[in-house]
């Protein structure tokens, strides 16, 4: 799940900046909030990475991804680029739950 998660929420510290870079220009939002904002985001994208396996993440996780959908209010393509990353997200935690459940029986087996 760590590899899936992982992989996932860099992509969005990406999409985050770039966002963040759009909004400049388009938005009458201030530069200082704009960035501190996205810069929190990036951040917690990047340490939420090195913390996806501790519980309460996952739960951390989908709660970005509902403040990247409602960045749409700010750039509307967030809105539909928050979509793609929450589904993107869903599937990194559910086929990241069921790989690491296939390994735990596979090590289980070899063991026995």
Known sequence: ???????????EAFVV???????????????????TVSGVA????VLLCGMITRPGAVAVGWALQIALIASGFI????????????????CSVHYGRRIDEIK????AAATA
């Open 1 to 11: 799940m760590r590899t899936l998660c992982s992989s996932t929420l860099i992509g």
């Open 17 to 35: 900046l770039f966002a963040a870079l759009v909004a400049m220009r388009l938005s009458d939002v201030s530069a200082g909030a704009l960035w």
């Open 42 to 45: 990036m951040a917690l994208c």
């Open 75 to 90: 750039v509307p393509t967030m809105f539909a680029l928050g979509a793609v990353f929450a589904g993107l997200w869903w």
């Open 104 to 107: 735990a029986a596979r090590t």
